[in-house]
């Protein structure tokens, strides 16, 4: 199956009436720029994470619209860059360790697992997006986004790690800018949302705010504001070139 797949390309990938998608509030938080080593392993202990902006407050798509989360189970998701990367770090709350659902898939495997994603539209065109998601046992899934398609055979190389604690599990990813695709402009707004899957309430929350009677989920984005300076890297593509004797 893959829970995420089959809800987000069936509901999501479509696009909205222009007058509805207005009517929707959008969330921002804006980028920060650090200068602070993280260490990638999981535990948001670095410095770099005391001054972050935070991205809080989601909001259940499933299995009832609109309901806000619970201070018990309350989300948060930190995020920061320097000139190879977005970094993003967080922390979901969980009254019970016992309802922390992890399973051993493999890559791209959602399987029972609660998870985490990032979603990011780096052109603002609403149609085009990249994926990256955490289990709380570390394991990766990816995908590219495009009308109506989430392509998750696109596999992408970027680090991440999580922890399970006693009231809930943390994560941090790096995501160098070789693994995600953008423009050249000196500053730049990336569309984004963040989803959190707790597997054994059946709830599937939301950063920026889904409304499952509004047509698209693209559309429905919110915002990372203010990445400065940042460049993609050079791409190279070999191809194979045979000269007869």
Known sequence: MKFFKVKIVSLCLLLGAASAFCQVEKRK?????????IKIDGLLNDSAWAAAPVADKFIALRPVPFLEESIDNASKVYFVYDDDGIYAGGYFHEKYKDSISSELIGRDGFGNNDFAGLIFDTYGDKLNGFEYFITPLGEQMDAKVS????????????????????????????IPYAAIRFGKNKIQDWGLNIVRRRQKSGQQLFWQKIDPNVNGFLTQEGKLIGLENIKPPLRLQLSPYFHPM
Do not use: C, L, Y
């Not at 804006?30 to 080593?37: C, G």
């Not at 989430?150 to 599990?169: C, L, P, R």
């Open 29 to 37: 938080i804006p980028a920060k720029r650090t200068s602070s080593i």
């Open 147 to 174: 009308a109506n398609n989430e392509d998750f055979s696109w596999n992408a190389v970027w680090q991440s790690a999580a922890k399970i604690h006693n009231d809930g599990w943390s994560f941090e990813m790096f």
